[in-house]
């Protein structure tokens, strides 16, 4: 992998806490405690969200950062999930607009949840593809709209959906 690739993506986190309200829209987070054998303190790898654009949910990875169970604040992420590209090159976030995101028909969105602890790491290439999951694991929301998930059972139920 060349290095101009990586830009943005290797940005180091700062945080944890952000300001930034929760909302009250729908999340669900991804997050990584390892495995039964080889657990690990949380670390939360993302969290998408739900919005409305004309008529039609369309799922985002939170830039804004992770919405946890316990605050009301989102917890930052950074680099978050998304990665834009163009072809094979990357477009930094900064430069893709909220408008670019829903109207760009060249600009390819692809997640990465990617567990830095236990180097659990999976592409999720075309996430419209998984918004059956999405709207399926939004049911099992809490009061609070969020349902937290592991990333090896989230990861799990994508495979399943390619069988
Ligand atoms: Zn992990």
Redesign the pocket.
Known sequence: MSRKKTNTYTTRRVGPWSNTARGDSIYISVY???TATHS?DK?RIGSITAQVRNGEIFWADSTAGYADHSQDVLHRISPGIGQYLVGNEWVPIDRVSDQDIYTRDDLRIRWRLR?P????SREIAQPRRIYPILATLATLREADNILEIP?REFARRVERLNE
């Open positions: 990584c405690r390892g690990h670390w567990c602890v236990c180097g659990f990333v």
